[in-house]
């Protein structure tokens, strides 16, 4: 029988910095194969979130579980099943594309590396690159190979952290593209901050909205837009960011 | 991990020539100094004729500690450390992935320097066998525990503790009785002195090229003090780990 257990459930998640609150007291659960979008302006907490469940930071209170395990307490029972991508962690410049995948691959113990490589190489159109050190690449290509690393492990949970961001139109669509393809066929979980809306509005089922380290909002893009009756989610992240979605949010039903 | 490490330094001539370079001339700087003394003779001759034998005892402790610690630093430099933690990479396999790297870049670095010694001064490090295996124990797992520590400090302070992975040796060479008997030193220096396991090496290094006796005593009671440091230095690092995390030192890697 499959598991009913969120993918990834936060429960009352508190954290304190010595300079103030980064996140305080949010809860939200998530279920397999959904895609969910974590919106927010600069200092909101969306990073400090997604770090705090993927045991990066230590929450000050509260508690994360992942695939029904507790994060950070099991976090070796969990973290070859997740993975995570974002522009502003890098990899080795020095390594070829191909050395940096196989040794993230026996980090999270692929069985078949070579064919592992060889197959997201094809699907992320690297087979050309992968002889080449990845510091020589351009901003897209990186992107390419961070996705490929995020994906090596075929993770259930994928956390990103603003993927598209300092990419071109095309290449973000392609990146766009290619998430969507990869949750739907693997039925995998994405918990994505971004603060590319268009991106959010297409991608994601449901939507976080965070201001100041709280929940201010959390719902399907559709329902947003029509509970704060706007035209797309920029408009909306400006009505909750600029304090003018008070009676959009109390009329939650 | 290793095969990371070993990637890194082979795409790199420069890194290799980095290892080789420095041992390769305080090697001749100091065997030249013992060569002008030994023409002495007396106790002056008895003295220099430590020299190239301490100088290259001395790149075992510093440069096993020096290849621990730029492995790690070599993460934080490519902003690579938040994929590794991520990573289902326990603590005690990334830092045995350090402690290979370690004897890999010290063995590139004193394996050549070692035969040049015997070829320009007839000096053969090799030759001291079995007391050259408990002096190497000894001093790379000194060179270990201070790297394990430099490690935990820079995951939590980032690259701005960097400067302690370059000099927290050095204070080891004038405590350590590198070039002069621990007997030279003030009594309450003295004390402190014998706290650290390569001040035994050295005493045993002088006792068996001066005296030629090795003093297996020495030796135990540095593996023993070498144990303790190992231990407080894994303890140190996980704490320093552990407030990483509290902190989110983790997510800025840098300052």
């Known amino acids: 029988m499959p598991s009913t257990e969120p993918a990834i459930a936060v429960s009352n998640l508190v954290k304190h910095y010595p300079g103030g609150i980064a996140v305080d007291g949010i809860s939200f659960a998530i279920e397999p194969g959904s895609i969910i979008g974590l919106l927010g302006g600069n200092g909101a907490g969306k990073t400090t979130t997604i770090a705090m469940i993927m045991g990066l930071v230590a929450p000050t209170s509260g508690s994360v579980r992942i695939l029904g395990h507790d994060m950070p307490r099991e976090r070796y029972h969990i973290l070859h099943r997740m993975n995570f991508e974002s522009p502003y962690v890098e990899m080795p410049h020095r390594l070829t594309v191909r050395q940096n995948l196989s040794v993230f691959a026996r980090l999270y113990g692929v069985a078949a590396r070579d064919a592992r490589i060889a197959e997201l190489a094809e699907e992320l159109d690297l087979t050309e690159l992968l002889d080449r050190p990845t510091g020589k690449l351009s901003a897209g290509q990186k992107t390419r190979v961070s996705l490929a690393k995020a994906l090596i492990n075929a993770p259930e949970v994928l956390l990103l952290d603003e993927p598209t961001a300092s990419l071109d139109p095309d290449t973000a669509d392609w990146v766009r593209t290619h998430l969507e393809h990869y949750t739907a066929e693997r039925r995998a979980t994405m918990l994505l901050a971004s603060h590319n809306m268009s991106e959010v509005e297409r991608l994601c089922d449901r939507v976080i909205m965070m201001k100041r380290g709280v929940i201010v909002d959390d719902d399907t893009p559709a329902r947003l837009l029509a509970r704060y009756g706007r035209n797309n989610l920029e408009e909306v992240f400006l009505d909750v960011a600029r304090g003018r979605g008070e009676a959009a949010r109390e009329a939650v039903p | ?255």
Not at chain 2, 45 to 73: K, N, P, Y
């Open chain 2, 1 to 255: 991990m290793v095969a990371r490490y070993w990637y890194l330094l082979r795409s790199s001539w420069p890194r290799v020539f980095d290892l080789i370079y420095w041992p390769t001339v305080q090697m001749f700087m100091w065997g030249f100094l013992q060569t002008y003394i030994g023409q002495f003779g007396g106790l002056p001759a008895r003295v220099g004729q430590t020299f190239i034998g301490a100088v290259m005892l001395w790149d075992i402790l510093f440069r096993g500690q020096l290849g621990f610690s730029i492995s790690f630093l070599e993460e934080m430099y490519s902003r690579n450390l938040a994929n590794l933690l991520i990573s289902p990479l326990k603590p005690a396999e990334f830092i045995s992935a350090l402690m290979i790297m370690s004897i890999i870049r010290l063995s590139i670095g004193i394996v050549p320097v070692s035969l040049l010694a015997i070829v320009f001064f007839g000096f053969n490090l090799w030759a001291l066998g079995l007391a050259l295996a408990a002096f190497f124990l000894n001093l790379i797992l000194t060179s270990w525990a201070l790297g394990i520590f430099i490690a935990g400090l820079l995951l939590r302070h980032g690259l701005g503790a960097e400067n302690m992975a370059w000099t927290l040796m050095f204070i080891f060479l004038p405590l350590t009785c590198v070039y002069y008997p621990v007997s030279v030193l003030p009594p309450w220096l003295a004390m402190i002195s014998w706290m650290l396991p390569p001040t035994y090496v050295f005493e045993g290094m002088r006792a068996l090229l001066t005296a030629h006796v090795f003093r297996g005593d020495l030796m135990v009671q540095a593996f023993a003090i070498n144990i303790a440091l190992i231990a407080l230095a894994i303890f140190a690092f996980l704490k320093y780990l552990q407030a990483a995390r509290r902190h989110g030192s983790l997510l800025q890697g840098s300052e």
